[in-house]
């Protein structure tokens, strides 16, 4: 059981290129979600889906973009990386809502250039 | 709408005292509230989770947290600090029915020996 796996670990990318940073859980878990994290700031709300064939915005969509084509995988892709996408990403999924354990992956650094 | 407010960016303790981590929340509906860990560089652990059952919570490694209604805060203590126990800690709170985590902007704990 591998629960929140997130790829690659560690990425540079220029300014202006594209990536799509991976999520997998293996745990069947309805929710899955991203999340940046900047010093000061906890972690922030990028995008979630409650299910296959949903996705939601969150409190700082702007610049990413995600699917859900399977419940196992969430991947996040940035349209046209910018200096201000540096920062520590996390993936979390969840069975259900609320009091629930929410899993997170290792996290994936970040750094544009 | 629901809110994290964590006091002290920064709290220093000496090994062997008391720790105190403080954490006033903010909801509209009955949370749930959790405590997360975080060791430098590394993800998120789950050191404990309030989910309307008791309200002094027991978690890893001698962590525990009270919720108190009556002033909407959810305090993390420990009674003796340890070298490891040096990390950033995040107050998370979810209301009822939701999928939404958010995040307090942490406490980094250090421990001096």
């Known amino acids: 059981n591998a629960g929140v796996t997130q790829t690659p670990k560690f990425q540079v990318l220029k300014t202006g290129q594209s990536m799509t940073l991976q999520c997998a859980q293996d745990m069947n878990h309805e929710y899955m979600s991203w999340y940046r994290q900047d010093p000061g700031m906890g972690l922030r709300l990028i995008h979630y889906?409650?299910?296959?064939?949903?996705?939601d915005q969150g409190e700082v969509p702007n610049g990413y973009n995600v699917s859900r084509s399977t419940t196992e995988d969430f991947p996040l892709r940035l349209l046209s990386a910018a200096p201000s996408q540096t920062s520590v990403y996390f993936c979390?999924?969840?069975?259900?809502?609320?009091?629930?354990?929410?899993?997170f992956g290792e996290g994936s650094w970040l750094t544009v250039v | 709408a629901q809110s994290v407010t964590q006091l002290d960016s920064h709290v220093s303790v000496s090994e062997g005292t008391p720790v105190l981590l403080r954490c006033n929340y903010s909801?509209?509906?009955?949370?749930?509230l959790f405590w997360y860990v975080q060791h430098p560089n590394k993800g998120l652990q789950l050191l404990l989770k309030?989910?309307?059952?008791?309200?002094l919570v027991k978690g890893i490694n001698g962590f525990e947290a009270e919720f108190k209604k009556s002033e909407t805060s959810f305090h993390l203590t420990k009674p003796s600090a340890h070298m490891s126990d040096a990390a950033e800690y995040f107050c998370v709170v979810i209301r009822a029915g939701s999928y939404q985590l958010t995040f307090g902007k942490g406490t980094k704990l250090s421990v001096i020996p």
């Open positions: 309030y989910t309307s059952a008791a309200t």
């Open positions: 979390a999924s969840s069975y259900g809502s609320s009091g629930n354990t929410i899993y």
């Open positions: 889906s409650v299910g296959a064939g949903i996705t």
């Open positions: 909801s509209s509906y009955s949370p749930s």
